[in-house]
């Protein structure tokens, strides 16, 4: 059995804000001095499509990535499944410092390098595709809520495929990689090739091993945590779906 300890996110407390639901300021600062100290590698999640332009913040880290694994994220798309890449950075001050200059909080995410005015070219390009999925949305909202109990999954994906045929051909006639800017989130830290605290930004999750008791101690003064016991065993990098060292 391991000690783990799970950041109180809005599932514990709904009435408040999750802007309110983070570690930031001085308290953000000790945690990252906490998490830098302990790992000697730490990993982001780079989101967008594969040739989206670079982030900032993976063009400044690109001297430290040692390696990448895929993401936990599987995106349906009209030509496939798709997965996010992580990339793994070496845990130096340098790269510390720079992180911080793009964080600045638990949950926080990296903003858009998009120029001005990108959004609303974005919204002219593909407004025939958000239309068209939009009414594919509401088909299915309506076939779901008159759907038999005994609707098999074939039978759902068939329907699913036929509801947006229409907005996926417009899609394909306009759609490029390059219209998007990457951004990066989901920071996770690893010790010996070990996660020891792992991020998931957009559904404000975050979870620490609580095992070294001094870390677990720090923690606890930085923020608001549940604590728990797990038989499920440590995660390793090497181990990570996709996992590649650079150079080896």
């Not at 793994?88 to 120029?115: G, M």
């Amino acid at each position: 059995m391991r000690n783990l300890l799970t950041f109180k996110n809005s599932s514990y407390y709904p009435t408040r804000r999750k802007q309110e639901l983070t570690i930031a300021g001085e308290a953000f600062q000790a945690l990252m001095d906490l998490c830098f100290d302990r790992a000697d590698c730490f990993s982001l999640h780079r989101c967008g499509w594969e040739k989206a332009w670079d982030g900032a913040l993976e063009q400044a880290l690109r001297p430290f990535c040692l390696g990448e694994y895929l993401s936990y994220a599987r995106i349906q798309r009209y030509d496939g499944e798709f997965r996010e890449k992580c990339y793994v950075y070496r845990a130096s001050r340098k790269a510390k410092a720079i992180f911080l200059q793009h964080w600045t909080h638990l949950f926080d995410r990296e903003i858009s390098r998009a120029p001005a005015g990108h959004d609303a070219y974005l919204r002219e390009k593909y407004a025939a595709y958000d239309k068209a999925a939009e009414a594919a949305s509401e088909r299915v909202g309506e076939f779901l809520d008159h759907a038999p109990r005994d609707l098999s999954d074939a039978a759902f994906n068939a329907f699913l495929r036929e509801a947006y045929r229409e907005a996926e051909t417009l899609r394909q006639q306009v759609f490029s990689e390059r219209d998007y800017y990457a951004n990066m989130e989901d920071p996770c830290f690893f010790d010996n090739g070990v996660l020891f605290l792992e991020t998931v930004t957009h559904e404000t999750l975050c979870f620490a091993d609580a095992d070294d008791p001094a870390f677990a101690a720090a923690l606890r003064r930085l923020g608001d945590w549940a604590e728990e016991r797990t038989s499920r065993p440590p995660v390793r990098l090497e181990a990570m779906e996709g996992y590649r060292r650079y150079g080896l």
